[in-house]
Nanobody, 121 residues
Framework: QVQLKESGGGLVQTGGSLKLFCAAS??????????MGWYRQAPGKQRELVAV???????TYADTVKGRFANSRECGKDMVHLQMNSLILEDGAVYYC?????????????WGQGSQVTVSS
């Protein structure tokens, strides 16, 4: 069973920076990581994509965070971190790590526990 553990987040003023970390465990040799990244959900809103990196490929970013956020994967590890710069009030949300794996032709999606990011004026 794959588990995603998040860390980071917290309270920051507008214009500040925060970093989120996510590490996967339990994948063993059976699961193959396809994508890993971040979604966020603000109160009263739907969960939305923030940034997702494709194994061996590029990272996709939401238009609202392009140029401000950077999603990076540790080389050879199922671990990503999201560097968030120039934060604005609208970035405040619970951020969820997401990972999609394949195993024996089946796909599996896993979520982290969520990390609160609060941006104050």
């Amino acid at each position: 069973q794959v588990q995603l553990k998040e860390s980071g987040g917290g309270l920051v003023q507008t214009g500040g920076s925060l970093k989120l970390f996510c590490a996967a465990s339990g994948s063993g040799s059976i699961f193959s990581l396809n994508t890993m990244g971040w979604y966020r959900q603000a109160p009263g809103k739907q969960r939305e994509l923030v940034a997702v990196i494709v194994t061996g490929g590029d990272t996709t970013y939401a238009d609202t965070v392009k140029g401000r956020f950077a999603n990076s994967r540790e080389c050879g590890k199922d671990m990503v971190h999201l560097q968030m710069n120039s934060l604005i009030l609208e970035d405040g949300a619970v951020y969820y790590c997401n990972a999609d794996y394949s195993a024996r032709t089946r796909g599996f999606t896993y979520w982290g526990q969520g990390s609160q990011v609060t941006v104050s004026s």
